[in-house]
């Protein structure tokens, strides 16, 4: 079974946007295991990298939400997914800096390097979009439908 976990720093603090990601957790777990791994955060990049790197497990896929990622649709993320589990993946983490991004450290380890756009989104807010582009994937890759 996939396993994907969102390794993040800091916290939701908004009600509203907990519950949104909550709902997309909950339809994502028909396909697949998910957690959530905070670690607070800290004075610099460096150390919050420290602290991300220690949660990785050995045989993950990881990839590192970064502005100087690869920019990619719906269907080639659900592909990528795809073609990494063929690979013999099975746990996928997606990895979310503070408000000052990750340190060069975290990315450097990372597998890939993914840019969900040009335009800069709340550490809070790009929990919400991956988690709903992971369900938008899943659905994909199970040839369900889902809106466009």
Known sequence: ?????????????????????DDYKKRLTKYAKVDVIEVAEQATVEKEGALLLAKIPERAYVTA?????????SPELA????????????????????SDGLAAEVTQKANARLCM???????????????EQ?????????????HK
């Open 1 to 21: 079974m996939i396993h994907f976990t969102v390794l993040c720093v800091g916290t939701v603090k908004e009600k509203y946007m907990r519950d949104a990601i």
């Open 65 to 73: 939400l970064d502005l100087k990622g690869e920019q990619m649709t």
């Open 79 to 98: 592909a990528k997914i795809d073609k990494q589990a063929a690979e013999g993946y099975s746990h996928f983490i997606y990895m979310i800096g503070g």
């Open 117 to 131: 756009g040009k335009m800069t989104f709340p550490h809070q807010m790009a929990r919400l979009i991956i988690f």
């Open 134 to 146: 992971l369900y938008r994937a899943m659905k994909i890759n199970h040839g369900e439908k889902y």
